[in-house]
């Protein structure tokens, strides 16, 4: 079954989703449910190995669509826990996920960005959270992650004035890992993929895992889980042939810790 709001495109390990539901690419149940969807295909059983997310159009996204969450609120809280469900999904995904960001992003459509593991951005695009404006709280995620991301104070800033802010300015905040020409943004997340690329995948993956599991513990806690990936991931058959890869000199070295001398 096809898609009516992502077109998606696949160069070799690399998957590009691409929102097209003009004129604003507003996220509503629509997009989301079809999100989840792509998120449940891309896992191919390591065929596709980094996704870069990103959006058709003068706008990366409008923001949450209003009308659609203004009625479903009142239903069980629809539109705000599968919101909640599909941020989540990106933010725990085993495959590295870059926002690819060419137009202006609001409210909803920055909380969807911020759920990416990496986001880069056009110096010509401005991000927005205007949610307060409206009269109501972010709630897919943005009271949580930006300050974690650029910290209590600048993300109070960044709610509270509801200002417009520049790539650059993202940029300095943390909040966006690298500012491409206007135009550029998907190619320079496709460069960044392409490095991303040469590393292990499961790798990757432990990596990821453990980014999000510790992210809320002690630094003890967080030490002991990041110990039990490096185990799994010495141990890992896969290891030496990579190693041998990049160090071919090495071909003489033991090939687990067991046949050290």
């Given at each position: 079954?096809?898609?009516?709001?992502?077109?998606?495109?696949?160069?070799?390990?690399?998957?590009?989703?691409?929102?097209?539901?003009?004129?604003?690419?507003?996220?509503?149940?629509?997009?989301?449910?079809?999100?989840?969807?792509?998120?449940?295909?891309?896992?191919?059983?390591?065929?596709?190995?980094?996704?870069?997310?990103?959006?058709?159009?003068?706008?990366f996204s409008g923001g949450g669509n209003l009308m659609d969450q203004s009625v479903l609120y009142w239903n069980?809280?629809?539109?705000?826990?599968?919101?909640?469900?599909?941020?989540?999904?990106i933010e725990r995904y085993p495959l590295p996920v870059i926002a690819a960001v060419q137009g202006d992003v609001?409210?909803?459509?920055?909380?969807?960005?911020?759920?990416?593991h990496l986001r880069v951005m056009a110096a010509s695009a401005k991000l927005k959270m205007p949610e307060l404006?409206?009269?109501?709280?972010?709630?897919?995620?943005?009271?949580?992650?930006?300050?974690?991301?650029?910290?209590?104070?600048?993300?109070?800033?960044?709610?509270?004035?509801?200002?417009?802010?520049?790539?650059?300015?993202?940029?300095?905040?943390?909040?966006?890992?690298?500012?491409?020409?206007?135009?550029?943004?998907?190619?320079?997340?496709?460069?960044?993929?392409?490095?991303?690329?040469?590393?292990?995948?499961?790798?990757?993956?432990?990596?990821?895992?453990?980014?999000?599991?510790?992210?809320?513990?002690?630094?003890?806690?967080?030490?002991?889980?990041?110990?039990?990936?490096?185990?799994?991931?010495?141990?890992?058959?896969?290891?030496?042939?990579?190693?041998?890869?990049?160090?071919?000199?090495?071909?003489?070295?033991?090939?687990?810790?067991?046949?050290?001398?």
């Open positions: 079954m096809g898609y009516q709001r992502l077109v998606i495109e696949s160069k070799g390990a690399l998957r590009i989703c691409r929102i097209s539901d003009p004129p604003a690419n507003l996220v509503g149940q629509g997009l989301l449910r079809e999100l989840d969807r792509f998120l449940d295909e891309t896992l191919d059983g390591g065929r596709t190995r980094a996704v870069i997310l990103t959006a058709a159009g003068e706008v069980g809280r629809a539109s705000e826990d599968l919101g909640n469900h599909v941020f989540n999904r609001f409210g909803g459509g920055v909380e969807l960005l911020m759920s990416c404006q409206f009269g109501f709280v972010p709630g897919w995620g943005g009271t949580q992650r930006l300050p974690r991301i650029v910290g209590r104070a600048r993300a109070y800033e960044m709610y509270l004035t509801a200002d417009a802010y520049t790539a650059e300015q993202m940029h300095a905040f943390g909040l966006i890992n690298r500012v491409a020409p206007a135009g550029a943004a998907l190619q320079e997340a496709e460069a960044l993929a392409e490095r991303i690329l040469r590393s292990s995948p499961e790798a990757i993956a432990a990596f990821i895992q453990v980014v999000n599991q510790s992210a809320d513990q002690t630094l003890d806690v967080g030490l002991e889980i990041e110990h039990d990936a490096v185990l799994n991931t010495v141990s890992s058959p896969q290891l030496y042939e990579r190693v041998i890869q990049i160090f071919p000199k090495l071909g003489q070295v033991p090939r687990s810790i067991g046949q050290l001398p």
